[in-house]
């Protein structure tokens, strides 16, 4: 409920609390470190997903959750792409974990790859940070009036979303 409202480093609180009472449980973990990196505590959630991995290696999500981390903030991207393409080993129809290859291969400077899984997981699911990866790639190769179309799509169902819009806003100011 915390999250929800956005009171955001309230409820990475209540989380921290829990993992003192249960510690090492990896789904209140994965919470606590999806919490830790959106309040912008990067190292603790780098700590928790490495240690959740450590407990339970087929936990895809958290290699997931790592890899597309490192891939947003641009760092570390062949350990990110090692990262997600484990993910995508262990749950390959996984539409998350779809568009973090895309957006891996987008960020090694592989299009066509990156737009092959891109459109494969916007077709499974249109979300608005999926057309956000899709149209940024459409946009930087030469497909403006395609990445216009999957933006102006989605804004139509998502027009608060902030993804969206910020990549919007830095490819047409």
Known sequence: MLRDAQKLE??????????EKIPNQPDLMYEA??????LGKHDIFEQMMRKIIEIKPDYAQAYNALGYGLIERN?????????VEKAYQLTPDDVGIIDSMGF?????????KSLEFLRRAYAINPDPE???????VLWVQGQKEEAKKTWDSALRLSPKNMV???VIKKFMP
């Open 33 to 38: 470190g999806m919490l830790a990196d959106r």
């Open 104 to 112: 891996g291969y987008y960020r090694l400077g592989d299009l066509v």
């Open 10 to 19: 309230a409820a990475y609180q209540v989380l921290m609390l829990g993992l």
């Open 75 to 83: 760092e570390r991207i062949q350990e990110a792409m090692r990262l």
């Open 130 to 136: 999926i057309a956000a990866h899709l149209g940024e």
């Open 164 to 166: 969206l819009q910020a």
